[in-house]
């Protein structure tokens, strides 16, 4: 009988050891990899609002940003006016623009942006030798490579 109790307890003190890595699967399971990534999207806006503001009333905002590389020298973004910025490796701005579509002009490359009132954009700048890449990003990629953190950002991290 004392070989018995010693086996389930056993066997129970085992499964509690085991519970902490089945609670984290249970997100991805019963809500979906799409829930997952519309929450993780929706709190890595919420840290860019802290970080950099949130759009106000109806403006919106488009956030360039250089990711970091080893080509030496700023990154110039002009837009309609004239320069609005020089970004240097790892750095970022955030404009406050007027709803609308707008087109910039990045080392001689252009992008079009279309923003909606109190959103937010975000175009990623990667330098290379021949010249900038640009590209329409969003607030988790933005996140991801200012902090270095690849790791989900749900609330429980």
């Known amino acids: 009988m004392k070989i018995r109790i010693l086996r389930v307890f056993a066997a129970v003190l085992l499964l509690s050891f085991a519970l902490p890595s089945v609670a984290q699967n249970v997100r991805y399971e019963q809500q979906g990899t799409a829930y997952v990534t519309a929450e993780d999207q929706w709190i890595a806006d919420r ?86 890449k640009v590209a329409i990003s969003n607030a988790l990629t933005f996140l991801r490579l200012v902090t270095g953190k690849r790791d989900p950002l749900y609330a429980s991290n």
Request: aromatic share 4%; charged share 20%.
């Open 47 to 132: 840290l860019v609002d802290q970080a950099i503001g949130a759009p106000q009333g109806a403006d919106a905002q488009v956030v360039f940003y250089r990711t970091h590389d080893q080509v030496p020298g700023p990154v110039r973004v002009d837009g309609g006016a004239g320069p609005l910025a020089l970004l240097e490796s790892g750095t970022c701005v955030a404009l406050r623009l007027v709803p609308g579509s707008h087109a910039f002009v990045i080392d001689g490359r252009t992008v079009t942006v279309r923003v909606e009132p109190g959103e937010r954009d975000y175009v990623r700048i990667t330098s290379a030798p021949a010249g900038p």
